[in-house]
């Protein structure tokens, strides 16, 4: 009789136990059932270490739409992840070296896909400049030479802006807003409607999305297991090993050029999508660093 009593009160226990444990855990069960596809959802995030207020209702459901318009956007999320691996290692230092912060890469995934993109108003570039303020920011854009499609000098010159845009705003999500809205856009609404957050401003349908898309992005990208993303190593794309020849005169035939590096035509402007033309006309002498890739080809 005792030895029935105990194995009744053991089974008692371990049954209030369970419940116990189940009651407690379901907020973690949830989310380890969401875990691995495109339905996580994290409980905080921020950009550039400015948290996102997500206790707002209208916050959440702006990041919540963003994460599941992104996270089933399957193959161009893949596409973006891969080119990452390739882009962010040249963007990350210059960054780095402005003293931008490391979530910035993360606009220039939204505005490009890390491709040299052309937007119906003629933004070109991973970073999309307009001509005329890229000429601002010290790039060359003619008929021969187009600085946006330089990633190095685009995101120098994107440092500039942001840097310039933090300065006036005070937060970096102000000037990642700014970036798509326009410096005097953005200060307006904040005059008009007199706060001076980016979560508090009612903005145009596509500054209102822009910091979000930027999170969501940043979210995914950093934890692609989580949302159903599970790419190997080789499968990314990587960056071709190059040496730079300098060029200060003209030249007449870049086709020529290339096969005496040892390469085509087709391969000197993959590697260098700045060349705008068939030729390189340079009667001020300007020196030109042009990069030749050294294997892969």
Known sequence: MKKKNAVLTTLGIVLISGLFIFAISGVAKEKAVREGTSLYFPTSIDFAGEQAPLQIADVKERLDKELVINANLHSSTTLIIKRANRAFP??????????VPDDFKYLAVIESGLVNATSPAGARGVWQFMPDTAKEKGMEVNDYVDERYHLEKATEAACKYLLAAKNKFGSWTLAAASYNGGMTGVNKKIEEQQVSN?????????????????????????NTGKYGYTLFPNELYNNIPTKKIEVDSTINDLATFALQQGINYKILKIHNPWLRDKKLINPSKRKYEIEIPLEGY
């Open 90 to 99: 040249v963007i990350e230092p210059i960054l780095l070296k402005y003293g």
């Open 198 to 222: 980016y979560y508090d401003l009612a903005l145009t349908e596509e500054t209102s999305r822009y910091v979000f898309r930027i999170l969501a992005l940043k979210e995914i990208m950093k």
